[in-house]
T-cell receptor
Framework: KQEVTQIPAALSVPEGENLVLNCSFT??????LQWFRQDPGKGLTSLLL?????REQTSGRLNASLDKSSGRSTLYIAASQPGDSATYLC???????????FGKGTKLTVNP | EAGVTQSPTHLIKTRGQQATLRCSPI?????VYWYQQALGLGLQFLLW???????NRGNFPPRFSGRQFPNYSSELNVNALELEDSALYLC???????????FGPGTRLTVT
């Protein structure tokens, strides 16, 4: 059974800092990995999708990497801003299934 | 392009009643997914519909059911509501299998 873990559960940083969020998964037989952002009480906004054959994806200040063999992904946020404050969720699409398996998220607070 | 829409935004029901939640996918998307986000439990996969058929379901009792209509919109029905069914229900859609999933804003179901 696939399990996704995100560390840390919460992170508080000053504005302008570069930061890394971590995601690990137990079964490397994945099709892809997605990073999402969730604001309180809201739905999910897709940030980046990495196919299993890819090593990284970039969008603006965000860079996500994937090491499938070790079961790890990182989300790098450059020059953090207060507007980046949200919960960041990592999810994998399991081989043989269409469903996303989610981690419990990292709650990020960027202080002005 | 309009995103995934869900209705209603909020729904308040009493224990034992039935709830119906609705989802309209992004135009051109044929797959619809339902997830439950209960407090403290994280996001859990509920159901996946594609081309009008139920393709997969998560570890939920049969009183959670749904359907997908010819226009690819979907309905989630929860019968015999229990207090622990209180959660944010998120719908997502994708172009086809293993493509990026896009989420709607969710329906907050409260069971009293």
């Amino acid at each position: 059974k696939q399990e996704v873990t995100q560390i840390p559960a919460a992170l508080s940083v000053p504005e302008g800092e570069n930061l890394v969020l971590n995601c690990s998964f137990t079964d490397s037989a994945i099709y892809n990995l997605q990073w999402f952002r969730q604001d309180p009480g809201k739905g999910l906004t897709s940030l980046l999708l990495i196919q299993s054959s890819q090593r990284e994806q970039t969008s603006g200040r965000l860079n996500a990497s994937l090491d499938k063999s070790s079961g790890r992904s990182t989300l790098y946020i450059a020059a953090s801003q207060p507007g980046d404050s949200a919960t960041y969720l990592c999810a994998v699409t399991q081989g043989g299934s269409e469903k996303l398996v989610f981690g419990k998220g990292t709650k990020l607070t960027v202080n002005p | 392009e309009a995103g995934v829409t869900q209705s209603p935004t909020h729904l308040i029901k009493t224990r034992g009643q039935q709830a119906t939640l609705r989802c309209s996918p992004i135009s051109g998307h044929t797959s619809v997914y339902w997830y439950q986000q209960a407090l403290g439990l994280g996001l859990q996969f509920l159901l996946w519909y594609d081309e009008g058929e139920e393709r997969n379901r998560g570890n939920f009792p049969p009183r959670f059911s749904g359907r997908q209509f010819p226009n690819y919109s979907s309905e989630l029905n929860v019968n015999a509501l229990e207090l622990e069914d209180s959660a944010l229900y998120l719908c997502a859609s994708s172009r086809t299998i293993f493509y990026e999933q896009y989420f709607g804003p969710g329906t907050r179901l409260t069971v009293t």
